[in-house]
T-cell receptor, first 111, second 111 residues
Framework: RKEVEQDPGPFNVPEGATVAFNCTYSNSASQSFFWYRQDCRKEPKLLMSVYSSGNEDGRFTAQLNRASQYISLLIRDSKLSDSATYLCVVGSGGSQGNLIFGKGTKLSVKP | DAGITQSPRYKITETGRQVTLMCHQTWSHSYMFWYRQDLGHGLRLIYYSAAADITDKGEVPDGYVVSRSKTENFPLTLESATRSQTSVYFC??????????FGPGTRLLVL
């Protein structure tokens, strides 16, 4: 089983749509969880951390289910500028701060 | 606020040549990382460093050498470049071993 798995997409949605991405991870000892965003030919950038209680940042909502080892990202009212690849990222569980990256889910928002 | 920079941004070299990719951060972050990103594989950790003079192997270290004599610099050397090392290389840094911030990347082509 791969350590962090994501649906690669692409997800093609119209502007204003709500879209959800899911991710599963294999290491039950993981303690930190993130969503990163990567634009074409650019570096990954932190979108948001994911907390056990769930958290929201504007149009973005992240959820964590430790029992099912499952992370989600919900984007409401999609904008053209949301088009990017979204990387699910999980801490390796060690003290060295290593992160395990999913391969990413590609989102394309159309007018 | 320079953040984290990488040089060169683009490099073409030939098989068998030695190549060094530079990474510099101005945040005094303790942790630094080198990743490569290839289609179908996502981001894979090559080496990481928890502090000056402390380095350790990641998932794909073969063919690479790192050093960290100063906190702010973390060069990556390909001792004898091979075509399979054609990739996009990202350097990242982290303060307390959690959220990582990425440099803009170096696109390396080995002919």
């Amino acid at each position: 089983r791969k350590e962090v798995e994501q649906d690669p997409g692409p997800f093609n949605v119209p502007e204003g749509a709500t879209v959800a991405f899911n991710c599963t991870y294999s290491n039950s000892a993981s303690q930190s969880f993130f969503w990163y965003r990567q634009d074409c030919r650019k570096e990954p950038k932190l979108l948001m951390s994911v907390y056990s209680s769930g958290n929201e940042d504007g149009r973005f909502t992240a959820q964590l289910n430790r029992a099912s080892q499952y992370i989600s990202l919900l984007i409401r009212d999609s904008k053209l500028s949301d088009s990017a690849t979204y990387l699910c990222v999980v801490g390796s569980g060690g003290s060295q701060g290593n992160l395990i990256f999913g391969k990413g889910t590609k989102l394309s928002v159309k007018p | 606020d320079a953040g984290i920079t990488q040089s060169p941004r683009y490099k073409i070299t030939e098989t068998g040549r030695q190549v060094t990719l530079m990474c510099h951060q101005t945040w005094s972050h303790s942790y630094m990382f080198w990743y490569r990103q290839d289609l179908g594989h996502g981001l894979r950790l090559i080496y990481y460093s928890a502090a000056a003079d402390i380095t350790d192997k990641g998932e794909v270290p073969d063919g690479y050498v790192v050093s960290r004599s100063k906190t702010e610099n973390f060069p990556l050397t390909l001792e004898s470049a091979t075509r399979s090392q054609t990739s996009v290389y990202f350097c990242a840094s982290s303060d307390r071993g959690t959220t990582q911030y990425f440099g803009p990347g170096t696109r390396l082509l080995v002919l």
